[in-house]
Nanobody, 123 residues
Framework: QVHLVESGGGSVQTGGSLRLSCVVS????????MAWIRQAPGKEREIVAR????????FYADSVKGRFTISIDNAKNTVYLQMNSLRPEDTAMYYC????????????????WGQGTQVAVSS
């Protein structure tokens, strides 16, 4: 059983940066799927970034490509999401999620979720 705890959300102005962290505990494998998924009020969940826990197989949504970076520090059992050049449309609850491969393309198919961390970007 994998347990995920996110942190690092907050409020920033347009153009600012935040780094989200997701501490992973429990039994994991290098090809487990780790994703950052966001949900804004009134909108569907969106996978913004995904990677294997051991690295590789990285995916970014077009909406964040070039601005967000997912990385994993296996020594610290932590998945990061570095978010730069933030925009008001990035405002959402951000969740860390995990699943066994093959990595789901549908957010709701991830079977393990953290509690979420709120990101608010003001103009």
């Amino acid at each position: 059983q994998v347990h995920l705890v996110e942190s690092g959300g907050g409020s920033v102005q347009t153009g600012g940066s935040l780094r989200l962290s997701c501490v992973v505990s429990g039994s994991t494998k290098s090809n487990d799927c780790m994703a950052w998924i966001r949900q804004a009020p009134g909108k569907e969940r969106e996978i913004v970034a995904r990677s294997w826990y051991g690295g590789g197989n990285t995916f970014y949504a077009d909406s964040v490509k070039g601005r967000f970076t997912i990385s994993i520090d296996n020594a610290k059992n932590t998945v990061y999401l570095q978010m730069n050049s933030l925009r008001p449309e990035d405002t959402a609850m951000y969740y860390c999620a995990a699943d066994r491969p093959p990595c789901p393309w549908v957010p709701d198919e991830y079977d393990t979720w953290g509690q979420g961390t709120q990101v608010a970007v003001s103009s």
